[in-house]
């Protein structure tokens, strides 16, 4: 494999750990509000179904930690090993997230451990529940910080460049750059839309499979009305995200949209191809609508591709990326939306099975979404590593042993992915949430109450 070129397997390889990586790390930052939630709601009303929602979602939760630390510190490993040129640059400028993010994953894990051992250990109810709030604060810091690097990349600050070398380094500022407020907020409410969708699929593919018991339709209910709330929030949040790349990477939305000439009244294209000329073939044209996204008014001059270096524009393919991200978020809002007027929709059945296969979908498709978006920031801030200061191929290892560590990381995701499936399955099917319930003598309680 010596042959390979070295930048491209290293993108090839730290691509390949995000895209690992960020399943758990979106089920980590999510999942403690739903914990919260549950339990919360468990408390307030006093009924016990909820809190053993909480109590099955965290034993799952706990499996997915433990394999996001190992994918995690691959993340680390690969920074130093190979992006040297760029760690060497700006390693002084992302020190400080990195570090913080550090301590937040040991907070959310201290806390994490003494939530779980101290189930029933307080007489106070209200006091476990309190654990899960440096969990949930640790869990979303350690994706402030990470994101705020990632922000950082796009929109570099708090430096100055003397001779290719980073001097009179301010690492708060480079932290707080103008592109950390939307890319962090955004983060955050698609992990938390993601993991409650997540859960809502759990619940529906229960129900699908004949169980007619309370304890599933509660858990459907509070996972889908919780993926809309905070599917609406992610898609106000997107909108201010592409009033931020009008401002700060023009580029990037101009090639997000085909938008290749500096116009008012711009037109958003969804859909359609382009042939060899650039011209846009079979696409659905929204009069006046990327002026509107761009600044929310018609008037709005939005920055087209054409003014921008051939050799500094992003691949045209994020287009597809943008389409589909904003196709499966308004999917993603709109299950759920028929699920809470499901009772005025026809058919007499409380569940129909074309709505639980729809909500069993919702867990995929906001994963889904998440890559999509991924695929649309990292690959649409292309040929940049750090934007306007490095390219990604001047700051990748020149070594010719970046495909063996490829292999060597394909087999360990592999043995990761598959061994994690196989403990929470494992985890669930020895203790089914029937059982629990029985044993916890609920099911007097519940009956089976719509």
Known sequence: MSSLDPVLMSRILTGLTLFVHIVLATIGVGIPIMLALAEWRGIRTGDNYYTLLARRWARGYVITVAVGVVTGTAIGLQLSLLWPTFMRVAGKAIALPLFLETFAFFVEAIFLGIYLYTWDRFKNKWTHLMLLIPVAIGASGSAFFITSMNA??????????????????????????????????????????????????????????????????????????????????????????????????PEKLAAAEWHFETMTEAPLIYGGFLDENNEIKYALEIPYALSILAGNSPSTEVIGLNEFPENERPPLSVHYFFDLKVTSGAVIVLIPLLYMFRKKLPGKKPYPKWLLLSILALGPLSMTAIWLGWFLAEIGRQPWILRGYMKVSDAATTSSSVGWMLVLFIVLYLVLSISAIRVLSQLFRNKSAEEEIRQLGLELEGGDRK
């Open 152 to 249: 950082f990349m796009n929109q570099p600050q708090g430096f100055e460049l003397v001779d290719g070398v980073f001097t009179n380094v301010n690492p708060f500022v480079a932290m707080f750059n103008p592109a950390t407020p939307t890319k962090v907020s955004h983060v955050l409410a698609s992990a938390y839309t993601t993991s409650a969708a997540a859960l809502a699929s759990i619940a529906a593919f229960s129900l699908l499979r004949g169980s007619k018991h309370i304890y599933f339709k509660k858990a459907l209910k509070l996972t889908v009305v919780s993926t809309f709330v905070f599917a609406v929030a992610t898609v106000m949040i997107g909108d201010f995200s592409g009033k931020f790349l009008a401002k700060y990477q």
